[in-house]
């Protein structure tokens, strides 16, 4: 091959591929986005970052929930939210994986569940300040499905779970990583109808 072609094949190629490069994929909202078993990083992207003020209420879904359907004036899609009853779960930084301690827990939650047949049950998943927002509200459903599915397996339906990701709206921001461990949790919030 002489030396002009050895030069210009790379160049056609380099002239090919860069068009495609350039192209840009229209945003994924992280509902889309593979959750339990997933390997995503801290800087994970998945190119939809809330927009607001930070006094919204968001679905797992990445909506903003409507204040007649979604969380507001201690209600939660139509039902009366009762916080304080059931412990909330708490997990290692950056995992979503139940603790062998915590699980202890989630059978107290479930056989209050089992005894009073008139509840269902709101789980709020949480992040630390650690991340993206756009990670740690993936994160947070992540940790709200695995304790849905850890209740799951103690005879729990699912029809009785509401799952909520906050992320890190809530989270107190300049903390180390062991004093952020209380925003690392799920909160488990009785619902009764009304």
């Known amino acids: 091959m002489n030396k002009t072609a050895r030069i210009f094949i790379p160049l056609l190629l380099a002239l090919c591929l860069l068009p495609a490069c350039t192209r840009k994929q229209a945003p994924t909202k992280y509902g889309n986005a593979t959750g339990t078993g997933s390997s995503l990083s801290d800087t994970g992207d998945f190119g939809f970052i809330p927009e607001g003020d930070g006094s919204e209420s968001w679905g797992t879904d990445g909506e903003l929930l409507d204040r007649g359907t979604g969380i507001g004036n201690g209600m939660y899609n139509g039902m009366k939210m009762i916080e304080g009853v059931l412990p909330s779960i708490y997990f290692g930084f950056d995992s979503s994986s139940i603790a062998a301690s915590e699980r202890s827990k989630l ?88």
Do not use: F, M
Not at 128 to 138: F, I, M, P, Q, V
Not at 158 to 183: N, V
């Open 107 to 194: 059978q107290q939650a479930a056989d209050y569940l089992q005894s009073n047949p008139g509840y269902h049950l709101l789980v709020e998943g949480h992040c630390d300040w650690y991340g993206t927002a756009e990670y740690n509200l993936a994160l947070g459903d992540r940790r709200a499905s695995s304790v849905s599915d850890y209740l799951g397996t103690l005879g729990i339906t699912p029809l009785r779970i509401e799952k909520l990701s906050k992320g890190s709206l809530e989270a107190t921001s300049g903390l180390s990583k062991s004093e952020s461990s209380q925003d690392r949790r799920a909160d488990l919030i009785l619902l009764q109808k009304q």
